[in-house]
């Protein structure tokens, strides 16, 4: 992930070092780290519970233990590469210091929560039908727009910034630029959409995981 980013934002710097009171740095940071996250989650829980099947043999080994394992190395792989990058390039003024981190690790651990129950939830469909491994990878590239990664909400106009308000990542990912950012940067996200959004794939995502342990053929 931190090769990635770092080529991310070096290419962003070519095409535009500034927007508004923030540096385009900074802006690049924020959205692939997180992207990186989500995309992680979502691609790398495809057929995991059948691909580690073999570590259920032991009793006290759930499936959603597996699910959690890998869940939680991607939060804090991915947080890690985040504060790799940022305390050098704070440390040189490359970009600002952390406005509220509070705020940020809210918003990093509520994406978190949203891309692990979007994961199972790919899991549960993926160990039920083989056709969810194939239509997930060029789905994930058409939904990007709908992550928030590539421009600010207040960029937009009122209609498509009321329509990105619907997707929980892209208020996550205006959450965490908020406490990134200057207070005089503007951004729009709700906490109580993004947790009722949650806890519904939450619910969801554990009954498509009961469901589908029938289909995993332990070897």
């Known amino acids: 992930p931190l090769m990635f980013n770092t ?7 070519i095409i535009r070092h500034t927007q508004d009171d923030f540096s385009i ?24 519970l059948h691909n580690n099947a073999g570590v ?19 939060t804090f792989g991915c947080l890690a590469t985040f504060f790799v990058a940022y305390i050098p390039l704070s440390l040189l003024g490359v970009i600002q210091p952390i406005r509220d981190p509070l705020l940020l690790f809210g918003a990093w651990f509520l994406a978190a929560w949203f891309s ?4 199972i939830i790919i899991e549960g469909l993926s160990e039920m039908n083989e056709i969810v491994e194939r239509v997930l990878p060029p789905l994930m590239y058409l ?8 421009s600010m909400q207040s ?5 498509a910034r009321d329509i990105l308000s619907y997707s929980p990542l892209a208020n996550t990912m205006e959450m965490f630029r908020c406490g990134m950012f200057s207070a005089d940067v503007t951004t729009y996200w709700s906490v109580p959409y993004v947790l ?15 469901k589908a342990r029938k289909h995993i053929e332990m070897y």
């Not at 080529?7 to 710097?13: D, E, P």
């Not at 692990?116 to 994961?119: I, P, R, S």
């Open 7 to 13: 080529g991310i934002m070096v290419q962003w710097n």
């Open 25 to 48: 740095t900074a802006f690049a940071l924020t959205a692939y780290t997180m992207l990186t996250m989500f995309r992680h989650m979502s691609m790398g829980f495809v057929h995991i």
């Open 56 to 74: 259920l043999y032991h009793a006290h080994v759930r499936p959603l233990d597996i699910l959690i394992a890998r869940g939680l190395l991607e």
């Open 116 to 119: 692990f129950t979007f994961g």
């Open 143 to 150: 939904t990007l727009p709908l992550t928030g990664a590539f």
């Open 155 to 159: 960029w937009l106009p009122p209609k």
């Open 196 to 210: 009722a959004c949650c806890f519904a794939q939450t619910v969801v995502g554990l009954l498509l995981i009961e």
